[in-house]
Structure formats: structure tokens, C-alpha cells
């Protein structure tokens, strides 16, 4: 028996550099399902983050016949009493023709998306204010703030430099103001008013006639979770109103529905990956039964039962399914902690939002090491079929 044992030993022990193949097998495929799951699941996040940071709040509300004419005030003051309500804040979008006169040459720029904000209550609700790079936020109502792509559009505007802007009103008369322009807004990815420009929500009512109206309600929530129960509980409270109330996802679902069907198919790719480990386990335990036909035929000799055989080969199999797991989560999770340390980002793209699934890590380290096991199956089942007179063979 002790014969035996040195001979399993051997046998699990022997050929490291392949063993060492399979542990690395499993990793890497680990590792792949990690970094895609960082990267592609990190950036659907920092998009979500951004529309909701920056344009739609955790809960947009609006009115189906676009204009809410409800005090803006009274609808503030109502969702900020609730506890899980952090602020809220009215907007006016419009499109706007703009034109200014650069080192004597007259530019003009036509269809730009121009937004009306509150400027004391958008800095609560949003963080628009913070992608300002050069000069501030609106403080005034005869000042603008550019989206960086409309600054150069202008021809480089800069701050304290004057814009002539005109909006149709709800008559279709032409309105024209000017504007001093106060500051210029850049947001890593573009995802924030880069091409758009920002005026006083009271400037714009007056440019569109449309005294008292607010566009929509941006409302920001302390805790998120929270958004489908406070809307829900704001639309029964307002029955007999035309209010739109969404949550994120549902305000930026077309936004978000195409970006949802990649991550779903890069995630496939990563478990083919997973699945070409589990080949690759499978062809090297092949590879170590073939060179191990001596000590199994030995071992067949001197009395050893087929299931000794099999358990010592599926017990190699956990051996590389949990060491292979074990390194693969750990570079996995220390992939994502770099990201998430140094707000990854690519080509001046939006910085990742990292999240630590944790599920999704658990199954995924099962997952490889359930494979593991499996792909060690067969190889394990052909050699207990090994006979004793093979043994001699290789003497």
C-alpha cells in the first residue's frame, strides 16, 4: 500500500510543466471574463452614471403634453421632502441659432441644443456645473456656458467673449438675445452638454414665451434604489395630472438598449473562453495519461482498483480546477481594483464606473472550477483502462 501511495504520488506530482499549463489555462480564462466584465460592464455603468449625473436625474419626470405648466417651485418642494429625495431641479431644452463675430469674421453656428437651468437648484441635482474647465456656471440671465464642441464651432470662443443667440417662440417669432459667455463645459467622453449650450431657465421662458413652464424635473436621489417606489408613490399622489414620471433605465432605455446586447455578447465570448480552458484541461490530462501508462500499469499490477486509478486523476482535476480558480479570481479582482483606483479610462473616453459583483464573481470562479472537474473526466475514465501488460511494454 505504501508502494502504492508513492506511485500516486508520482503520478500527480510528475510533469509539473503541465500541470502548471492547466492551472494557467484556467486562469487566463478567468482573467478574460474579469477584464471584459470590468471594462465593457464598467463602461455601461459610467453611461448611466453620466445621462443620470448630468441629464435625466434617477427619476425624469415630464408631462404628455410637453410642457409642464405646474408650479416648478410646488413640485420641487414636494420631492424634496421625502426623505430619500436629495434634490430637484427644473429644465427648459430649446434649439437656438448662434452667431459671434471672431478677429473680424462673423461665425454662426445653427441647430445647437440649448437647456434652461435653475442655477441654485441644478448644482444640487446635478453635476453639470463640475465639467465647467474654463470660467463658471451660469450665475446670471444674461450669461451662457458653451459645450466645449459649440465653443469651437464658434471659432474658439472663450470666456467673457459675446454671442448673439436667437430661438423660436411658441409663436414662431424670432427671439434674439446676447450672451456674455461665462464658462466652457468638458466632460471626459462627451457624455455631459459638450454640444450644447446652458442659459437661465428664466432667460429661455422668456425667449419661448413660455412664462411658468418647465420642459422637465430632474430628481436626484440620495439613494437610488429607491427610484421606482418614489415615482410610483409621485404619480399616486398626482392622479389627475399628465405627469411622465421614468426611472433611469427607462428614460435612457434607447439610449442603453444596444449597449445592453454587447455586453451580453462579449460576457458569451468570455465563457467560449472559459469553455477553450476546459478543452485545453481536458487535452493536457490526456497528454499526462499517455505518458503515465507505466505507473498505471504498475499500479493495475500490484493490485490497485480502477476507481484508485480514476480518483487520482479527478483529484488532479480539482487540484488544477482550485488552483486555477483561486489565481485567476485573484487577478481578477486585483485587475479591477487598479481600474477602479485609477478611474480608468481610454483615449480621454468616460471614466470606468466600477462595481465588485460579487455574485458574478463567486459563479464565475465555480464555473471554471466546475469545468475543470468535468474536463478531467474522460481522460480519468481512459485510464482505468490502462491494462498491467502495457506496463511492460514501456520497461
Not at 456656471?137 to 474658439?156: H, P
Not at 481578477?332 to 465588485?356: I, Q, R
Request: charged share 20%; aromatic share 10%.
Amino acid at each position: 500500500m505504501d508502494y502504492r501511495l508513492r506511485l500516486a504520488k508520482r503520478m500527480l506530482f510528475n510533469k509539473k510543466g503541465s500541470l502548471i499549463g492547466a492551472v494557467l489555462a484556467v486562469t487566463i480564462g478567468i482573467l478574460v471574463i474579469h477584464v471584459n466584465f470590468v471594462i465593457f460592464q464598467g463602461l455601461f455603468d459610467a453611461i448611466v452614471r453620466d445621462i443620470s449625473d448630468y441629464r435625466n436625474g434617477d427619476i425624469l419626470v415630464t408631462d404628455e403634453s410637453s410642457f409642464i405648466d405646474k408650479s416648478d417651485l410646488s413640485l420641487v418642494n414636494w420631492f424634496e421632502r421625502i426623505p430619500y429625495v436629495e434634490a430637484a431641479t427644473p429644465r427648459l431644452s430649446s434649439t437656438a441659432e448662434m452667431n459671434m463675430t471672431k478677429n473680424g469674421k462673423r461665425i454662426e453656428e445653427t441647430r445647437v441644443p440649448i437647456v434652461g437651468i435653475d442655477p441654485f437648484r441644478d448644482v444640487r441635482a446635478s453635476t453639470v456645473h463640475e465639467t465647467v474647465t474654463e470660467g463658471n456656471y451660469v450665475f446670471s440671465r444674461n450669461t451662457i456656458v458653451l459645450g466645449s464642441n459649440v465653443a469651437r464651432d464658434l471659432g474658439g470662443a472663450q470666456v467673457g467673449d459675446s454671442v448673439k443667440v436667437l430661438v423660436v417662440d411658441r409663436y414662431g417669432q424670432d427671439e434674439i438675445r446676447r450672451f456674455t459667455v461665462s464658462g466652457i463645459a468638458n466632460s471626459p467622453g462627451g457624455q455631459g452638454f459638450d454640444y450644447t449650450a446652458v442659459i437661465h431657465i428664466d432667460t429661455l421662458r422668456d425667449m419661448m414665451n413660455r412664462h411658468g413652464e418647465t420642459g422637465s424635473l430632474m430628481v436626484k436621489l440620495n439613494d437610488p434604489s429607491k427610484a421606482f417606489e418614489v415615482k410610483e408613490f409621485f404619480l399616486r399622489s398626482f392622479p389627475n395630472d399628465d405627469f411622465i414620471a421614468e426611472t433611469i433605465e427607462e428614460s435612457a432605455e434607447q439610449q442603453l438598449a444596444g449597449f445592453r446586447s454587447g455586453i451580453a455578447m462579449i460576457s458569451m465570448i468570455g465563457y467560449f473562453g472559459m469553455g477553450s480552458s476546459a478543452f485545453a484541461i481536458l487535452t493536457i490530462q490526456m497528454m499526462l495519461v499517455t505518458g503515465k501508462t507505466k505507473e498505471i500499469g504498475i499500479m493495475r499490477a500490484i493490485g490497485a482498483k480502477r476507481k484508485d486509478i480514476l480518483l487520482i486523476f479527478i483529484f488532479q482535476g480539482i487540484i488544477i480546477g482550485a488552483i486555477g480558480a483561486g489565481v485567476g479570481t485573484a487577478a481578477g479582482l486585483g485587475y479591477t481594483v487598479y481600474a477602479d483606483v485609477t478611474k480608468m479610462s481610454f483615449n480621454n473616453s468616460l471614466p470606468l464606473e466600477v462595481t465588485y459583483n460579487w455574485g458574478k464573481i463567486i459563479q464565475t470562479a465555480l464555473t471554471s472550477f466546475i469545468l475543470a472537474i468535468i474536463a478531467s473526466l474522460y481522460p480519468s475514465y481512459r485510464a482505468t483502462k490502462r491494462l498491467p501488460v502495457e506496463a511492460m511494454r514501456t520497461v
